[in-house]
């Protein structure tokens, strides 16, 4: 249903994720696809740049199956290269900016893409010194393609454009729906990065469903996410681009910047991360702002404070809180229409029908409702597994082919899905589970707290304890007396930290995420 009631249909499933902007071309070729400052293409406009960068691309060498990497943000350029590889059979990558040299080598040393395209410069940072020192080090990379230089993507675009059409055309109907098209590298926090490749039916179907789940008929949505995260390619980008909508792209999150982008660009679609509604609405001119555009506020990853709730709830828009994993290509569980505050609060919705999902305990047994366990999905939508990683790939799934997640949920007797926490967050404190992301929301309940962080520390005792960061809000005095006063009001004696930290600024990950593998090194540090 869309925010005022009517319900929408799941968009066409096609073959393959670029498929869709031939199909938009032809019906709505006018109609805008891309919006970056001042920069507005159509789908005719896109359309005709991905078929000119796919040919481009087949003349660089790339056969089906190659890597293709871009470091950069999210700009047409970033839409085109993606769409343009997928076509051809070829599986795109992104490179954060915030990545170290250290990073890149090792995302290089893994995926060996045969492509790089890179911008020059970023918030002031140039990257031609590392560029050109990864450039000596990997020669899997034929071509580097540097974005900001005069012509740079120009020239490269033109380089293709004596490939014949019946070349491109058999490249691209060699492309089964059960290809990769995207390798998306994990976070990390529990070992190295692993690519999970994203086949293009994960795409279509997966963001097909997660569209209508969205509630916007025709979005406009705007997208601030890192382009390495599925939050951007996949959420935001494939959904919209799924149902004929307009993508409007920052090349990083700004509170002021998305919400003058909303007023001037009059989206209706905005998907973040709690962070960023946060920090927009703790702006002293929230309140003033024009955003009767709006028709959903989408948020994951993390829980959305009550009180944040309610003011999002006074715009008058449809409030939507999600769940999903990079392995499972889309978000899986979703609250309806007509969830109340205290659903949007407490519960990550429920799965989609199309979304079989279970619980189940150590051994394998489907638990009923009210028991915990690890939520584990199944389905063709699903990753096809991790890249040159075949024994990551059969630990992923039981061997009746459902994805385990690592993450600890239970069902509600009404269906909505609880989500607990990381399995591999999870401590022990003498003797007894404790899961962060509990503790995390009765710190967050807290008025004068914005975020809260806990992670597990070594202890001589009992073995770990807690240790809870904490973002007071602007211009409170809470202390770390009063926090840990109100934990032990309200959670047992092993749950409530041990040590608690009230600070002005956390540690965030590029998509808006609390960065806990740097409070565990700060940790370290002392």
């Not at 990753?383 to 009746?400: H, I, V």
Request: net charge negative.
């Amino acid at each position: 249903m869309t925010a005022s009631g009517e319900p929408i249909e799941a968009a066409p499933v096609l073959s393959r994720i670029s498929d869709y902007v031939g199909a938009h071309a032809t019906r709505f070729p006018d109609r805008e696809a891309v919006v970056a400052g001042a920069r507005r293409l159509t789908y005719a406009d896109l359309e005709a740049l991905v078929t000119r960068c796919a040919r481009a691309l087949v003349a660089a060498g790339v056969e089906k199956g190659d890597r293709v990497a871009l470091l950069g943000n999210a700009t047409p350029e970033y839409l085109v290269v993606f769409l343009a590889t997928a076509s051809i059979g070829g599986i795109w990558m992104g490179l954060s900016p915030r990545y170290k040299i250290d990073e890149y080598r090792y995302l290089l040393g893994d995926a060996r893409p045969s492509v790089v395209f890179s911008i020059r410069e970023f918030e002031g940072r140039d990257y031609r010194a590392d560029l050109d020192r990864l450039a000596g080090e990997f020669g899997c990379v034929r071509t580097w393609v540097d974005l900001d230089a005069d012509g740079g993507f120009d020239d490269f675009l033109a380089s293709g454009d004596g490939v014949p059409d019946a070349a491109l055309t058999a490249r691209r109907d060699a492309v089964g729906r059960f290809d990769p098209a995207l390798v998306v590298y994990t976070s990390g926090s529990s070992g190295k990065p692993k690519g999970a490749l994203l086949s293009h039916h994960g795409l279509c179907f997966g963001n097909a469903i997660q569209g209508r789940a969205f509630g916007v008929d025709v979005p406009r949505a705007v997208c601030p996410f890192p382009i390495n995260h599925v939050a951007c390619v996949g959420d935001t980008c494939c959904t919209t681009l799924i149902r004929g909508g307009t993508l409007v792209l920052l090349p990083r999150f700004d509170a002021g910047t998305v919400l003058d982008t909303i007023e001037a660009e009059r989206i209706n679609l905005w998907i973040g991360v709690p962070t960023m509604f946060i920090l927009a609405a703790d702006r002293p001119d929230f309140d003033a702002r024009d955003l009767s555009s709006l028709r959903s506020v989408v948020w994951g990853g993390a829980a959305m404070p009550r009180d944040y709730i309610a003011r999002y709830r006074r715009l008058g828009v449809r409030l939507v809180t999600l769940y999903g994993l990079t392995e499972t290509t889309t978000d899986t569980t979703f609250t309806g229409p007509d969830a109340s505050n205290d659903e949007l609060a407490e519960t990550v919705g429920r799965p989609c029908p199309e979304y079989p999902c279970r619980i189940v305990d150590e051994d394998g047994n489907t638990v009923p409702p009210g028991e915990q366990g690890e939520i584990q999905f199944k389905g063709d939508y699903v990753m096809l597994g991790y890249f040159n990683r075949p024994e990551a790939t059969r630990d992923a799934f039981t061997p009746d082919g459902w994805l385990r997640s690592g993450d600890i949920g239970w069902f509600r007797p009404d269906g909505n899905l609880v989500f607990v926490s990381r399995k591999s967050e999870m401590f022990k404190s003498g003797g007894f589970n404790v899961y962060p992301r509990e503790i995390e929301d009765v710190i967050e309940a807290h008025p004068d707290v914005a975020l809260a962080g806990v992670i597990g520390v070594p202890d001589p005792l009992f073995r770990e304890v807690g240790e809870a960061h904490v973002l007071r809000r602007p211009g409170s005095a809470l202390t770390a007396d009063e926090i840990a006063a109100w934990c032990r009001e309200r959670l047992a004696n092993y749950k409530v930290p041990k040590r608690f930290h009230v600070r002005d600024s956390l540690p965030m990950l590029p998509v808006g995420k609390i960065d806990k593998p740097a409070l565990k090194r700060e940790a370290a540090n002392g």
